[in-house]
């Protein structure tokens, strides 16, 4: 894999909601879940560009077009009594895929964890999705199989909270 010297990452601003926006659906296609999103621009800008948002976003650009993300928060470590960096998403677009773009991705995010003094970086990834999970392999991240994830959303969510 070749590193183009013409690739950059930069913090997303509000006027990329539209570009995010964009990236979440090929993400969701790929994952065949695009019926799955519920995110719109408004809402994108409302969350991720909130004055109190705890969610950021990355851009990579190859000669100035907007062709990754990276969109992530910071968590907590009770056992290492440190923050943690989650990765909710990154993608890049199916073309431009091997440029290195993922890999300066996630170096940029790396950084970030360790400039914020963070004990863990941290995201998964679906289990069938093997190029991914092989890509993750490859850079030294290892795979926590001990770990079950669990999800409430939607209706269950809304229920369970009445009680």
């Keep these: 894999m070749t590193v183009k010297s013409n690739l950059s990452i930069r913090s ?17 296609s790929y994952e065949n879940a695009e019926h799955e999103v519920l995110a719109s621009i408004e809402s994108i800008e409302t969350s991720i560009f ?6 950021h976003a990355l851009i990579c650009e190859i000669d100035g077009r907007a062709i990754g993300t990276a969109i ?35 170096q940029r995010m790396a950084n970030i964890a360790l400039d914020a003094g963070c004990g863990r970086f941290e995201w998964s990834c679906l289990d ?20 079950v994830g669990y ?7 809304v229920e369970f909270a009445k009680g």
């Design 50 to 55: 909130a004055e109190n948002s705890h969610v």
């Design 12 to 28: 997303a601003t509000i006027a990329d909601a539209a570009t995010l926006l964009h990236f979440i659906h090929e993400l969701a």
């Design 72 to 106: 992530y928060f910071f968590n907590y470590s009770t056992w290492l009594s440190k923050p943690g960096l989650y990765l909710e998403d990154l993608y890049v677009s199916a073309e431009q895929r091997g440029l290195g773009a993922g890999k300066l991705l996630l």
């Design 128 to 147: 069938w999705n093997k190029p991914s999970r092989d890509f993750y392999e490859s850079i030294g991240a290892i795979a926590q199989s001990e770990w």
């Design 151 to 157: 999800r409430m959303s939607g209706e269950t969510l």
